[in-house]
C-alpha cells in the first residue's frame, strides 16, 4: 500500500510525487492516458522527420520556477534551448516588436516605433529587478504568503507604493498607453496578457502582461532539446529513481472516503488502490468535485459554488511540417521562438470581443511557435516544425466569418478553422501556405480527448481573471491545496496559482500533504477500502 496516491501524470502530478518521494512516502501515480505527461508531450504523428509538441511548447514560468529548478531535472537528461528572439509581435506594415533576453535589442526594437520607448521599457524592467525576489515567491507558494508579501509591500513602498499598484491593476491597453508613446511597448504587453483569457481592457491584464514579459526578458521562453515530452521524461526518470511507481492507461473514476477522509481511489476496470496517508489531484476542479468525489463528502456550498466556476477559453491548434522557414514581412520574426499575430491592440481588443461575444473569430489572434527555431533538432535542416493557437468560445452562438462554422467541430468545421488560421499567418508572412508539407488539427473535443484536463482545450485550469484568482482560487475560500476532504489535496492548475508549466500546484499540494503526519493503521484503511461481498470478492466502497 502507497503513502500517497496521486490521480494524473501532468507536469503537476509528477512535481507531487517527486517531492513525497523526497521525503520517504511511497508514491503511486496513475495516469488514464497511455503515457505521461498531461499537456506536456510531443510526439512525430504530423510527419515522420519532424517532432511537434501536442499542447505547450514554451517554458518561462518552468525557468523561473524555484519549484523545478530545485528538482535539478538536469541531472536526469532535461536541456532547454532557446531562440535567438524570445519572441515577436510583427504589424502588417512590416514593423516588428522585438522581446530579447538582450535588454539593449528589446529596448532598440521599440525606440524604433518611438524614440524614448526603449528608456519606458527600462524603466519596468528596473522595476522588475527591484520585486522579482518577493513577486516569485508569492507566485509559487500556497495562498496566502504572508511573509513574500509582506516584503512585496516594502519593496513596493519603496517602488512607488500606491502608484505601482495601480499600474499593475491596470488594463493592458491602458498600461501601455501610459507608459509608451509608440505601439510597440503596449504590444509586447498586451500580446503576452493574452496568453491567458484576459482582454485588453481587463483589470489586471496589464499585470499580467508585465509580468509574462519580464518573465521572458530575464529568463527567455526556452523549449526543453528534442520535444515537450522531454520534461516529461526527466520527472520521470527522477520520481522512478527514488522508488515511485507510475501506471498509465489507468484511469481513476472515484476518490474512495470513509468517515470524511480520502483514503485512496477506486478506477475504471473495478480495482482499488490505497493510499495510507493521502490522495494528490492533478484534476481539473469540476472533474474532482463533480466526478471523483461522491456529493455527500461535500459541504453545499462548494457544490454551490462549483456552479460559477468559470473555464478560460477554448483552444483550437494547428501543427505544420514546413519544407521552408517562415517567410515574415518583418525579418525580425525570423529569429523569434514565438510570434503574435495580430495588427494592433485594436484587432486584439475586438477578438477578445468576439470571444467574448462566443462567436468564432474572423480574425484570430494566433500565439505562433517557429520550434526548429528554438531547437534545431526539431526537424530536418532548412525546415521548421511550427504550430499556432487561437481561442475560440465555449459555446459558439455565431461566426463573425462567413463560413457558418457552428462550433460542433466535425471534420469539416475543423479544416474551415484551420483554413482560417492559416490566412491570418498569410496576413504577416505571404508565401507560408506554399511551405506547408503536411499539418495536423487538434480542435477543442481533440485536446480534451488527449487530456481530460483541458475541457474544451481550456489550457489555464479556469479562467485567470481576478475574480477566480488568489483567495477565489479554485472557489472563493483560502486559496490552498486543502479540500473539504481531509487527506485530499487538489495538485492541478484549478489551484492557486494557476495555469503554466511550473510545478506550484504540486508542490503546494504535496508540502500541505506533507504537513499532516499522523496516520492511520493499515487495518483501518483497508477496512474503508474493501469489504467482502458474498461471493468472498473484496470490491472497492
Known amino acids: 500500500m502507497p503513502d500517497a496516491v496521486v490521480i494524473g501524470a501532468g507536469p503537476n502530478g509528477l512535481v507531487a510525487a517527486n517531492l513525497l518521494a523526497d521525503a520517504g512516502w511511497s508514491v503511486t501515480v496513475l ?24 499542447f505547450s511548447s514554451f517554458y518561462p514560468l518552468a525557468a523561473a520556477s524555484p519549484v523545478v529548478s ?70 509559487f507558494t500556497p495562498f496566502p504568503p504572508l511573509k513574500a508579501t509582506g516584503r512585496l509591500a516594502l519593496r513596493l513602498r519603496a517602488a512607488g507604493g500606491l502608484r505601482l499598484a495601480r499600474t499593475l491593476v491596470l488594463p493592458v491597453r491602458r498600461m501601455g498607453a501610459e507608459e509608451f508613446r509608440g505601439e510597440g511597448g503596449g504590444l509586447l504587453l498586451a500580446g503576452n496578457a493574452l496568453h491567458a483569457d484576459l482582454a485588453p481592457e481587463a483589470a489586471g491584464s496589464g499585470g499580467f502582461g508585465w509580468l509574462m514579459s519580464m518573465l521572458g526578458q530575464t529568463y527567455g521562453f526556452p523549449v526543453p532539446a528534442g520535444g515537450a515530452g522531454a520534461l516529461t521524461d526527466a520527472l520521470v526518470r527522477r520520481l522512478r529513481a527514488r522508488g515511485g511507481t507510475l501506471r498509465c492507461g489507468l484511469r481513476v473514476d472515484r476518490v474512495v472516503v470513509r468517515d470524511g477522509r480520502a483514503v485512496g481511489v477506486r478506477t475504471a476496470d473495478g480495482g482499488t488502490v490505497p493510499a495510507r496517508r493521502a490522495v494528490l489531484a492533478d484534476v481539473s476542479v469540476p472533474a474532482l468535485y463533480g466526478e471523483l468525489v461522491e456529493p455527500e463528502h461535500l459541504p453545499g456550498q462548494v457544490l454551490a459554488d462549483l456552479r460559477r466556476f468559470q473555464w478560460d477559453f ?37 477578438f ?190
Not at 46 to 53: A, K, S, Y
Not at 330 to 350: F, N, P, W, Y
Not at 486 to 506: N, T
Open 31 to 54: 495516469e488514464e492516458q497511455p503515457g505521461p505527461g498531461g499537456a506536456v508531450r510531443h510526439d512525430r504523428e504530423v510527419d515522420p522527420d519532424f517532432v511537434n509538441d501536442l
Open 352 to 541: 477578445a470581443a468576439q470571444v467574448a461575444m462566443r462567436q468564432v473569430p474572423d480574425r484570430p489572434f494566433c500565439l505562433f511557435g517557429q520550434m526548429t527555431t528554438a531547437d534545431p533538432s526539431r526537424s530536418p535542416g532548412g525546415t521548421e516544425s511550427a504550430w499556432a493557437y487561437t481561442h475560440v468560445p465555449h459555446e459558439v452562438a455565431a461566426d463573425a466569418g462567413d463560413e457558418g462554422l457552428t462550433g460542433a467541430w466535425d471534420p469539416g468545421e475543423q479544416e474551415l478553422m484551420a483554413d482560417r488560421v492559416e490566412r491570418q499567418v498569410e496576413r504577416f508572412a505571404p508565401g507560408f501556405r506554399a511551405l506547408i508539407r503536411a499539418r495536423r488539427v487538434l480542435a477543442p473535443p481533440t485536446l480534451q480527448a488527449l487530456d481530460g484536463n483541458l475541457h474544451a482545450g481550456a489550457i489555464n485550469g479556469g479562467t485567470a481573471g481576478m475574480h477566480q484568482q488568489l483567495l477565489f482560487r479554485p472557489l472563493p475560500g483560502t486559496g490552498r491545496p486543502e479540500t473539504p476532504v481531509r487527506g485530499l489535496f487538489l495538485a492541478s492548475a484549478g489551484a492557486h496559482p494557476g495555469g503554466g508549466v511550473h510545478g506550484a500546484p504540486g508542490a503546494n499540494a504535496a508540502r500541505a500533504a506533507l504537513r499532516r503526519r499522523r496516520s492511520p493503521g493499515l487495518s483501518g484503511l483497508q477496512r474503508a477500502l474493501t469489504h467482502r461481498d458474498r461471493t468472498g470478492h473484496a470490491r472497492p466502497d
Open 70 to 139: 530545485g528538482l535539478r531535472l538536469e541531472e536526469h537528461g532535461l536541456r532547454w534551448s532557446h531562440a535567438p528572439h524570445v519572441l515577436a509581435h510583427p504589424l502588417s506594415d512590416g514593423r516588428c516588436a522585438v522581446l530579447d533576453r538582450r535588454i539593449d535589442v528589446t529596448a532598440a526594437s521599440l525606440d524604433a516605433f518611438h524614440d524614448g520607448d526603449g528608456a519606458a521599457w527600462r524603466r519596468l524592467h528596473d522595476i522588475w529587478e527591484r520585486l522579482r525576489p518577493d513577486v516569485l515567491d508569492a507566485l
Open 314 to 350: 477554448a483552444t483550437f491548434k494547428v501543427d505544420w511540417a514546413l519544407d521552408g522557414p517562415v517567410p515574415w514581412r518583418a525579418e525580425q520574426a525570423a529569429r523569434a521562438g514565438t510570434v503574435h499575430l495580430a495588427d494592433g491592440i485594436d484587432e486584439l481588443t475586438r
